[in-house]
């Protein structure tokens, strides 16, 4: 994502999702997947399903950030 991107991603999350400090980096261009970071989970990358339901938006997650590239650049390359 580009810079504005991300911050209107950032702002849209924390719109839908107040509860949360959710802080986006990638998102997928085939669904509503956005990988974020959350400020409470340590090196993890949580994948939320944007625009779910409060409560519903949690898609996925990855211990680290190298886990979490390691899976895009398959899906990626899957994709292709």
Do not use: N
């Not at 994502?1 to 959710?22: F, H, I, N, S, V």
Request: aromatic share 16%; net charge negative.
């Amino acid at each position: 994502m580009t810079t504005e991107e991300a911050l209107k991603k950032y702002k849209g999350l924390q719109d839908r999702y107040p509860c949360r400090q959710l802080f986006p980096f990638a998102c997928r261009q085939d669904c509503d997947d956005v990988a974020c970071w959350e400020r409470e989970a340590d090196e993890a990358v949580k994948i939320i399903h944007d625009f779910a339901s409060p409560g519903w938006e949690d898609s996925g997650e990855y211990p680290d950030l190298w886990a979490w590239f390691r899976d895009a650049i398959d899906e990626t390359i899957q994709w292709e």
